[in-house]
């Protein structure tokens, strides 16, 4: 996976690749689809959800550019594989699932290889966690019809927000850097073209 799927595709962050060449894939998917972990597929993790392909997941990871210290917050918890990514890259991760089955079935997972930097919570994602704000690092693994203006106001200045934008078909995946006190002060670039399951909640797309 690491060098088919991530570094023959442009992933060069090498603290992403040993991190995501350790971590096992499998261990987060039901047992009938372990097999194929590794394949380069986004697959189905229950409720109509999916955990993303590992080259999607290796490049918004790198695109954070994480050192270490990071506070982040991630929006879409599913099966809580991106999640343990970003505990072992960052310092502490905030995670939301609007899907409860799939958030308790994430932590449990995660419980069991014992990360203590993790906190999950159940709700909509869209209005961010302004009790923990500002996040050095959002990320949005869902669809969204516009960047959540909440999302912009809790990053802090220098921050990076990845997040895929565009119809409920498909999207480009976004980078946005909080460039000063104004929360509408960012650079924005174009990652790649992408397609997510939908962002749902106040805003984003209804359900
Ligand atoms: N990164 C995840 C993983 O490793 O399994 C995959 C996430 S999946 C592509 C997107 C997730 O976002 C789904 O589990 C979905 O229920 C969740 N979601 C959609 N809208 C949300 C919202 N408003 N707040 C929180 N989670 C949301």
Same mark, same amino acid.
């Given at each position: 996976?690491?060098?088919?799927?991530? #570094?023959?595709?442009?992933?060069?962050? +090498?603290?992403?690749? %040993? !991190?995501?060449?350790?971590?096992?894939?499998?261990?987060?998917?039901?047992?009938?689809?372990?097999?194929?972990?590794?394949?380069?597929?986004?697959?189905?993790?229950?409720? %109509?959800?999916?955990? =993303?392909?590992?080259?999607?997941?290796?490049?918004?990871?790198? =695109?954070?550019? &994480?050192?270490?210290?990071?506070?982040?917050?991630?929006?879409?918890?599913?099966?809580?594989?991106?999640?343990?990514?970003?505990? +072992?890259?960052? +310092?502490?991760?905030?995670? *939301?699932?609007?899907?409860? =089955? &799939?958030?308790?079935?994430?932590?449990? !997972?995660?419980?069991?290889?014992?990360?203590?930097? /993790? &906190?999950?919570?159940? $709700?909509?994602?869209?209005?961010?966690?302004?009790?923990?704000?500002?996040?050095?690092?959002?990320?949005?693994?869902?669809?969204?019809?516009? /960047?959540?203006? !909440?999302?912009?106001?809790?990053?802090?200045?220098?921050?990076?927000?990845?997040?895929?934008?565009?119809?409920? =078909?498909?999207?480009? &995946?976004?980078?946005?850097? %909080?460039?000063?006190?104004?929360?509408?002060? *960012?650079?924005?670039?174009?990652?790649?073209?992408?397609?997510?399951?939908?962002? *749902? $909640? +106040?805003?984003?797309? #209804?359900?």
């Amino acid at each position: 996976m690491i060098n088919k799927n991530l #570094k023959a595709r442009g992933i060069t962050d +090498e603290r992403v690749l %040993r !991190t995501m060449g350790t971590i096992p894939r499998h261990l987060f998917l039901e047992e009938g689809l372990q097999d194929q972990a590794y394949s380069d597929n986004p697959l189905p993790i229950g409720s %109509r959800q999916t955990i =993303s392909q590992p080259y999607i997941v290796g490049l918004m990871t790198e =695109s954070l550019e &994480l050192r270490g210290t990071e506070k982040i917050l991630e929006i879409g918890t599913g099966c809580g594989y991106q999640t343990a990514i970003l505990a +072992e890259l960052a +310092e502490m991760v905030f995670s *939301i699932e609007r899907i409860a =089955s &799939l958030a308790f079935r994430a932590q449990r !997972t995660l419980d069991s290889f014992h990360y203590h930097n /993790i &906190l999950i919570r159940v $709700g909509d994602g869209t209005y961010g966690w302004s009790e923990e704000a500002p996040f050095d690092a959002i990320i949005v693994t869902a669809g969204a019809p516009e /960047i959540p203006e !909440t999302l912009k106001k809790q990053l802090a200045v220098g921050g990076r927000l990845i997040i895929p934008v565009g119809s409920r =078909s498909s999207q480009t &995946l976004l980078r946005i850097t %909080r460039l000063s006190e104004e929360p509408d002060d *960012i650079k924005t670039e174009d990652v790649c073209g992408c397609r997510f399951v939908d962002l *749902i $909640g +106040e805003h984003g797309w #209804k359900d």
